[in-house]
């Protein structure tokens, strides 16, 4: 192998690596929700759409952008409230397959009601970083991309501020940890999962940005669900590091199968092979590589 | 002897209990094969019925593995698109194969495959599993359009689907591949309804309820989950025959996507989970809703919204009703019948 083709597997090494911080960024927020109620939100996809596309038109209508930022958030606030008010808390003891099929149906309300209301057609979305790429050591990397990772770290960090140095972060890992007993000392529930539900609204908002920068918003862009999917099972469902290393894991191993092992067999394997990967780990390790092992009693 | 005076005494009533017992099934007999093929109109048969049917005998399929086994599967809309492909290819490449082991062999083909993407459910529990049976959704779908050879190298990737006859009967009527579709999956759901009461079917249950406390009475975990994968592939891929053969009429890998596979699911979620009933009568609504609110679009606000608004308002109504059978009906639109049933019941007597 020749210095170049160490360059170039370095440079497709890189550029998966970066775009599997895209994976992890909707990946954190299944994990926050699955942590501490135990479902998995199919939603949040369609959460990630509704964030983008709430922000880009109101941008279009000349609202200024940090503005538009925080009506945003705002929205999804009330969203993630309204949903655990009147999804969750009826549903509340149900079966985590009752509560992941409701969140199927909660995908197809907000997609249809996101489209609904701000149309259906492609926006552009430019968030003013420039997307030059520049070179390191004879390996070109893209600029918008290390952004988006260094946002995701940053993010990642402050939700693990929240979670170790808050009172609502504790109670957050009470109810992680036992749902029961969080509620038996005397924590609120439904102001927890509101406020979860929200949390993970604030990371499909930031997922939203940075994604629908980079493909434009539209209907695909919740489509992304089926890329961090993978990602969640190779890390654990229950893990914010688990998210982190599985989208690492997968970006990196896919464009490189992409590369070497696409030509083989005609290409277009990215829709299969994140999943083909996860399998494979998931056959030694069950719950995934960060996974909480559960104990099965009669 | 005492014993059998009793049973001799019961014997009139048992008659009456067998007249009320078979007179639904006869009921469905004569409508069935006398009533539609008759009176049914070609926008009856083609928009509904068709549909219906390969919907429901899907639904039935999926619902022994997630309703009866509790083995969540995304991915049922892959192994109808097998069963459609490999009837496609069996009927091309062997000569003179009758339709019915055409598609006894797609069932099979199907079968197999749902046997090796289930094979990773020995391992895997609840979400894990529901995940990996994406990858047969997205690997199949990828290798029916990458691969010419499954649609005999078409270059549009959409082939039309064969001549149909059954001894020489040509079913290529509307009203034949009625009849085709009706008769399958009476048998197929025969079949699965004597399933679900032997022995197998009870472990079925059990795995599902605890599958710990199954291996401790001593249930085979392993073959039932496995067992469960194949019977619901092979009647959910000759569900794809139904659907490629008689109602569509093309054979194309993009009609098998992921929303078909969500669509399945909620027909048995709508329906009821562990019913029988219930995936025909959710499969019904499911059918006919989109026609019944497009009617009611267009009749409360004439053509004042475009088709992507009604579209958009069709996912939300879909979705919210999700939302509303799991919240106020857990079993189901085969709950609500059964009520309806009974409260008519006490009402007449």
Same mark, same amino acid.
């Given at each position: 192998m020749s210095y170049y083709d160490f360059l170039f597997v370095i440079e497709v090494l890189v550029g998966g690596l970066l775009s599997g911080v895209m994976y992890s960024l909707v990946a954190i927020g299944f994990v926050l929700i699955y942590k501490t109620?135990?479902?998995?939100?199919?939603a949040q996809g369609s959460m990630v759409l509704f964030a983008a596309l709430t922000f880009v038109s109101l941008v279009e209508r000349r609202v200024p952008f940090a503005l538009s930022l925080l009506i945003t958030f705002a929205v999804m606030v009330a969203l993630g409230f309204t949903i655990e008010r009147t999804v969750l808390r009826p549903l509340v003891n149900r079966s985590p397959m009752t509560l992941f099929m409701a969140t199927l149906g909660l995908s197809y309300i907000i997609e249809g009601a996101a489209q609904l209301i701000w149309g259906t057609q492609v926006h552009g979305l430019d968030l003013g970083i420039d997307d030059t790429p520049f070179e390191v050591g004879g390996v070109l990397i893209s600029s918008f991309d290390l952004l988006a990772a260094a946002i995701a770290a940053a993010m990642v960090a402050g939700l693990s501020a929240f979670f170790y140095w808050t009172r609502i972060g504790l109670a957050f890992r009470a109810v992680a940890d036992d749902q029961f007993a969080a509620l038996a000392v005397g924590l609120r529930l439904p102001r927890i999962w509101g406020t979860v539900w929200t949390a993970a609204g604030f990371v499909a908002l930031v997922a939203g940005l940075l994604w629908g920068a980079r493909l434009g918003v539209q209907f695909s862009l919740s489509l992304i669900v089926l890329k961090a999917l993978p990602v969640l099972v190779l890390g654990g469902f229950d893990s914010i590091l688990g998210a982190i290393v599985g989208g690492l894991i997968i970006g990196a191993s896919e464009k490189l199968a992409e590369v070497y092992l696409g030509p083989f067999v005609g290409g277009g394997i990215e829709g299969w092979f994140a999943y083909a990967l996860a399998l494979v780990v998931l056959l030694v390790r069950p719950s995934g590589l960060f996974g909480q092992k559960t104990v099965e009693r009669v | 002897m005492a014993v059998q005076a009793l049973d001799a005494a019961r014997l009139p009533v048992d008659w009456v209990k067998l007249v009320q017992k078979l007179a639904l099934p006869t009921a469905l007999f004569v409508v069935a094969y006398g009533v539609v093929p008759a009176y049914a109109s070609g926008y009856l048969v083609e928009a509904i019925l068709l549909p219906f049917l390969a919907l429901s005998l899907a639904a039935v399929g999926l619902n022994l593995l997630t309703g009866y086994c509790g083995q969540l599967s995304l991915g049922s809309s892959a192994f109808m698109a097998v069963g459609a492909f490999a009837a496609y290819n069996f009927n091309l490449r062997v &000569? @003179?194969?009758p339709l019915a082991g055409t598609m006894i062999l797609a069932g099979i083909s199907a079968a197999g495959f749902g046997v090796v993407f289930g094979l990773p459910s020995l391992r895997l529990r609840g979400f894990y599993l529901a995940v990996s049976t994406l990858a047969a959704q997205f690997f199949v779908q990828w290798a029916l359009t990458k691969f010419g050879w499954f649609s005999n190298d078409? %270059? $549009?990737?959409v082939i039309s689907a064969p001549h149909l006859a059954v001894a020489g009967l040509s079913l290529d009527s509307a009203t034949g591949r009625y009849l085709l579709s009706v008769t399958t999956v009476m048998v197929l759901t025969a079949l699965v309804w004597r399933l679900v009461n032997s022995a197998t079917g009870r472990n079925f249950i059990a795995v599902r309820d605890n599958e710990t406390a199954a291996r401790v009475i001593g249930v085979p975990v392993l073959r039932t989950k496995l067992l469960a994968f194949a019977i619901s592939s092979f009647i959910i891929g000759i569900a794809g025959v139904l659907w490629a053969f008689t109602y569509l009429r093309t054979v194309e %890998? #993009? @009609? /098998?996507?992921l929303d078909r596979s969500f669509q399945i699911l909620f027909i048995i979620i709508i329906g009821g989970l562990a019913s029988i009933r219930g995936a025909f009568l959710g499969a019904a609504f499911i059918v006919v809703l989109p026609l019944f609110l497009s009617r009611l679009g267009a009749f409360l /606000? @004439? @053509?004042? /919204?475009d088709s992507g608004v009604l579209d958009m308002s069709q996912r939300i109504v879909l979705g919210a009703l999700i939302i509303i059978f799991l919240i #106020? &009906?857990? $079993?189901g639109l085969s709950a609500l019948f059964d009520r309806l049933k009974r409260r008519i019941g006490s009402r007449s007597s």
């Open positions: 109620s135990g479902v998995l939100n199919f | &000569e @003179g194969l078409n %270059p $549009s990737g %890998p #993009a @009609g /098998f996507n /606000f @004439g @053509g004042l /919204f #106020a &009906e857990p $079993s």
